[in-house]
């Protein structure tokens, strides 16, 4: 106990003011959204052995006026005509680049300051004579120097491939030197194109600056959405995405932080997802905006965006299958169809049956809370809007109650549960067998949960973190207390009559076969009768349970020598048709038990008059 306390008090709040805005697991770390002091701003903060560490979101320029001569890319250089420099961490843009697209870049190493409206370079290798398509990703080497560089965008100035007369710019990164003027370029040992120009890869305009650079922000307030994905396939790892209804969606790659830009005027997202190899980010405004295809900080249609009109607000998406995306809108549902822009179809699915803002998770099926109650996709699908498609009618009168009062969802994997989380430090979880909801337990915590998320650690297993009102992050399920206070757990066994409901008996022993790793003690009530009050409420019985310590030696001995079921026995005194039993504990620092059965012994006392 002095061990568990003693680490209880080296954990610390994460840094600033109000309730934990988001919470979410990257790569193994853990990661916290919160208003600074002040609050004027909000920071991101990982999780070290050392307490809460602010993430330094990186230094941003924005620009516009771009140019043919080729794209920014990561990893190159961008200089201004002034003399400043730095090096690409990250790039977001909207419109088309030929045309004059508008976007931020973020850089580090920067030197000097950029000044507004001037000239952005950055070097790109000049092409001509291309014969054969070169593509994105494609190392490429030159006949006569030998030098290599990686193909990041191509940029097509005049001519084409099926004409052999193919000229433009190369984006690159990776270069070893300078190119021979009319050499050859290979891949794979075949000629593509040839190099135009002495001394390239050169420094070409690609932008101007609008503005000078400036340390990137995150607006206060705000509910996060986060999603992992990785677009690049098997040459990438995943990267985080992130929206928060009050600032731009953003890219974290777990160094880099990048604000993305799209094309709509108040540029606050409230939901994200990622699908086809598309990120989709959603608007209160009914609007659906999807990035270019493996581009998740583009928002170009050259590239493959485009924008998606629901006509409601949506609340939610999820992604249902390998070629559909679900849409949530408050009062309606929608499906997403199709690969790409050139072929997306958005379907009605309902009218009249939606989602509450921030309830929808993807288990086996996809789990949401609609006016008529908690309704699963699958259900929706089977039966339409109907009662049936409702899976917590038992609990319907609670759920009412509270469905305009919601903190907080949270998917459970390792126990096929799905919880809600309620503002006023309550909740409810449902668990399901085989796809089956087998029960709902409403639940009470001592602190109140405003954010919550289902993540993996560094050896891939589930660890689940709640986001509270007084700037905590706590893991859930984990540790026998509620941060140091203690549980009151209880379970009502139903009333039963013991296949003679019109005999009176005299019960004489309730016996507990319980599992058990833990001493504790169970306060047992039985009640009578349906609590109607004719027979007089018999007294409270407790019950000590021990634990039994298995060790390698019971493993290896045949016999098992321990029991694997413990038993606590009560000797009870009542009278009654029927009886119904209550069983309580308050602890801090006992593990859970399980109850696996109760044996009641009793005596017939003859017909009820």
Not at 16 to 41: H, I, P, T
Request: net charge negative.
């Amino acid at each position: 106990i002095t061990a568990i306390e003693d680490q209880r008090s080296i954990i610390e709040v994460v840094p600033g003011e109000g309730s934990v805005l988001g919470v979410w697991g990257y790569l193994g770390a853990l990661y916290a959204f919160r208003n600074k002091s002040g609050g004027a701003s909000a920071g991101m903060y990982k999780a070290t052995t050392t307490g809460w560490t602010e993430i330094d979101l990186g230094t941003a320029l924005n620009f516009d006026g771009t140019t043919g001569n080729g794209e920014m890319v990561v990893g190159s250089v961008l200089s201004g005509a002034g003399g400043a420099s730095g090096t690409i961490a990250g790039i977001t843009y909207y419109g088309n680049w030929d045309t004059g697209a508008e976007g931020t870049v973020v850089l580090t190493g920067v030197t000097g300051t950029f000044v507004d409206n001037e000239a952005l370079t950055s070097p790109t290798l000049s092409f001509d004579g291309g014969d054969v398509e070169i593509l994105k990703g494609d190392t490429i080497v030159g006949a006569t120097s030998g030098k290599t560089a990686t193909v990041k965008i191509v940029t097509i100035a005049s001519g084409g491939w099926s004409t052999d007369d193919a000229a433009g710019y190369l984006s690159i990164t990776g270069n070893t030197g300078t190119w021979t003027d009319d050499e050859e370029i290979h891949v794979l040992g075949a000629k593509r194109a040839l190099v135009n120009g002495a001394s390239e890869p050169s420094a070409k305009t690609l932008a101007n600056a609008y503005g000078t650079q400036y340390a990137q922000t995150i607006q206060p307030g705000g509910t996060y959405e986060f999603v992992n994905f990785n677009f690049q396939g098997e040459e990438g790892t995943e990267t985080m995405y992130g929206v928060n209804g009050v600032d731009n969606a953003f890219e974290f790659d777990g160094t880099n932080f990048t604000k993305i830009r799209t094309i709509v005027a108040v540029d606050t997202p409230n939901h994200v997802e990622a699908y086809k190899n598309h990120l989709f980010v959603s608007y209160t405004n009914g609007s659906l905006f999807n990035s270019g295809l493996q581009l998740p900080t583009i928002f170009s249609v050259t590239m493959g965006s485009s924008e998606t009109v629901v006509g409601d607000s949506v609340t939610g998406m999820s992604v249902e299958s390998k070629d559909a995306l679900a849409v949530f809108g408050r009062n309606n549902m929608y499906v997403l169809y199709g690969k790409s822009k050139d072929d997306w179809n958005l379907t009605t699915f309902y009218t009249g049956s939606g989602a509450v803002d921030g309830t929808v998770e993807k288990m086996q099926t996809t789990i949401f809370l609609d006016d008529r109650g908690l309704t699963s996709l699958g259900a929706t699908l089977n039966y339409g809007d109907f009662k049936q498609s409702i899976i917590s009618e038992k609990v319907d009168p609670l759920i009412q109650k509270y469905k305009d009062n919601v903190a907080a969802s949270l998917r459970v994997r390792e126990k096929n549960q799905y919880r809600l989380y309620f503002d006023d430090k309550t909740g409810i979880a449902m668990t399901f067998i085989n796809g089956k909801n087998e029960g709902i337990m409403p639940f009470t915590m001592l602190d109140q949960i405003v954010c919550s998320a289902s993540t993996e650690d560094s050896n891939g297993d589930e660890v689940l973190y709640g986001g509270f009102d007084d700037g905590y992050v706590r893991r859930i399920d984990s540790g026998t207390s509620f941060d140091g206070g203690s549980v009151a757990a209880f379970i009502r066994l139903a009333y039963f009559h013991y296949e003679t409901p019109q005999l009176k008996k005299r019960f004489r022993e309730i016996l507990l076969e319980l599992a058990a790793d833990t001493s504790t003690t169970l306060n047992i009530y039985p009640d009578f009768n349906y609590g109607d009050g004719t027979v007089p409420t018999s007294t409270t019985y407790d019950v000590t349970v021990t634990d039994e310590d298995w060790s390698v030696d019971d493993v290896s001995n045949p016999a098992l020598g321990i029991a694997v079921i413990d038993k606590a026995r009560a000797r009870i005194q009542g009278v009654g048709e029927n009886m119904g039993i209550l069983i309580k504990n308050t602890t801090t620092y006992d593990k859970p038990i399980t109850l696996q059965g109760a044996i009641v012994q009793y005596s017939d006392r003859g017909l009820k008059r």
